[in-house]
């Protein structure tokens, strides 16, 4: 079955520092990737997406690449802000499967 | 253009009472999936409807558990005789055709249900 391997939380960093959230999946066929974003008593945020291997999806400063050979999809970020304190999860969307599948989350917390 | 509206946010029963969440999607949207968020874990998918159908119910447990999703009207997701097993947050997520490559699901901000 799919499955999605997240780095286990949390994390805190300082502002301004540089983030990777690691996010390994394992699906049949060729899954569509994505970062989502959880703030404190919200829902989930899509944040970004990639689609086909060597994708990159990017989307206020967060980046993540959809590696194949390695079956990863890392988010990375340059500076991080305060702001982005938030839980991230990764997930993977298989046509065979017909569902989102999550990761267990990431807790990032980022200190002024 | 509204997102898409649980209620309540906050729910509290006692065991053995039912649970009823109502999802509303955002509008055009005729698909909605339910998903269950533990207390330090991940979300765990429930069922995923479209008007009128359940089209995969998987991850729904065999009882008490119940989804549906009228022609008119929200989606409701009941609980019946609730146990304390079943406190966290429950999400739900729609989008206007089979969620995936091109239709990424859109969130609620859940209904955290408490069982006392």
């Known amino acids: 079955g799919n499955s999605v391997t997240q780095m286990e939380g949390p994390v805190t960093l300082s502002e301004e520092a540089f983030l990777t959230i690691n996010c390994t999946y394992t699906a049949t066929g060729y899954p569509s990737l994505f970062w989502y974003v959880q703030y404190p008593g919200e829902g989930l945020q899509l944040l970004l997406k990639?689609?086909?291997?060597?994708d990159k999806g990017s989307n206020k400063g967060f980046e993540a690449t959809y590696r194949k050979e390695t079956t990863s999809f890392h988010l990375e970020k340059g500076s991080v802000q305060v702001s982005d304190s938030a839980v991230y999860f990764c997930a993977l969307y298989s046509g065979s499967a017909r569902q989102l599948t999550f990761g267990s989350g990431t807790q990032l917390t980022v200190l002024p | 253009n509204a997102g898409v509206m649980q209620n309540p946010r906050h729910l509290v029963r006692r065991r053995g009472q039912e649970a009823r969440l109502r999802c509303s999607p955002m509008k055009g949207h005729s698909h909605v999936y339910w998903y269950r968020q533990l207390p330090e874990e991940g979300l765990k998918f429930m069922v995923y409807?479209?008007?009128?159908?359940?089209?995969?119910e998987s991850g729904m447990p065999k009882e008490r558990f119940s989804a549906e999703f009228p022609k008119e009207g929200p989606s409701i997701l009941r609980i019946q005789q609730v146990v304390r097993g079943d406190s966290a947050a429950y999400f739900c997520?729609?989008?206007?055709?089979?969620?995936?490559?091109?239709?990424?699901?859109?969130f609620g901000n859940g209904t955290r249900l408490t069982v006392t």
């Open positions: 990639a689609t086909k291997a060597d």
């Open positions: 409807l479209q008007k009128e159908n359940i089209i995969d």
């Open positions: 997520a729609s989008s206007p055709a089979e969620g995936g490559t091109g239709s990424p699901l859109h």
